[in-house]
Nanobody
């Protein structure tokens, strides 16, 4: 499985961006998919995760009400709509896939279950 994240860029505070993650392989529709981010000098942190059928999603408290995770299983695509961006959202954003779990659980708010990672896309929010 290969994951290719895109859509990052430079945006002003209050602006919006939509990140995309293209996945290879025929089993994308069975994967739990997540977004993580890593700011300079900080550890990678959880942003959002969605179940294989998009019926369930979890968000970090810092992005609730501003970010929306979605997926199109027919196109093997994962998305992250980011609205009302803040300077503290500046980071490299990574998409990740868990191809082994069947159910979305609390463990998916951490790095552990994910066995495939994209290369990251830079998001910079200017103040």
């Amino acid at each position: 499985v290969q994951l290719q994240a895109s859509g990052g860029g430079l945006v002003q505070t209050g602006g919006s961006l939509r990140l995309s993650c293209a996945a290879s392989g025929r089993s994308f529709s069975t994967y739990i998919m997540g977004w993580f981010r890593q700011a300079p000098g900080k550890e990678r942190e959880f942003v959002a995760v969605t179940s294989w059928n998009a019926n369930l999603a979890y968000y970090a408290d810092s992005v609730k009400e501003r970010f929306t995770i979605s997926r199109d299983n027919a196109k093997n695509m994962l998305y992250l709509q980011m609205n009302n961006l803040k300077p503290e959202d500046t980071a490299v954003y990574y998409c990740a896939a868990d191809s082994r779990s069947r159910n979305l659980g609390i463990e998916h708010l951490r790095n552990g279950p994910y066995n495939y990672w994209g290369q990251g896309t830079q998001v910079t929010v200017s103040s």
